[in-house]
């Protein structure tokens, strides 16, 4: 079992910089995968960026690419979403996810095995 815990959400300016934190607990955090992901109101629940296991390997999605950065700290059991020059249209409701298979369908909300709360992140304009 893994327990997630987002945190970091808020209200910023466009342009501006959020940083989310997810904490996990249960099994052992180095073992996992780890995924964030966004729903914005009428829509479906995306994708927005991915890190192994050991923290060496990332992925995002071409929308938050460049702007974004995932990173983790396996010895505070933490992943990180640093959001720079945000934009309205990154408004959403932002979920950390754990995959404790280790798919390669990383883009794909239904191979994760666990899902945080969730953290409301809104931009204005």
Known sequence: QVQLDE???GLVQAG???RLSCAASGRT???YAMGWFRQAPGKEREFVARVSRSG???YYADSVKGRFTI?????KNTVY???NSLKPEDTAVYYCAADVHSTTRYYTPGVY???GQGTQV???S
């Open 16 to 18: 501006g910089s959020l």
């Open 7 to 9: 945190s970091g959400g």
């Open 113 to 115: 095995d666990y899902w």
């Open 56 to 58: 060496s390997s990332t």
């Open 71 to 75: 990173s983790r700290d396996n010895a």
């Open 81 to 83: 979403l640093q959001m």
């Open 29 to 31: 955090f180095s073992t």
């Open 122 to 124: 809104t931009v204005s």
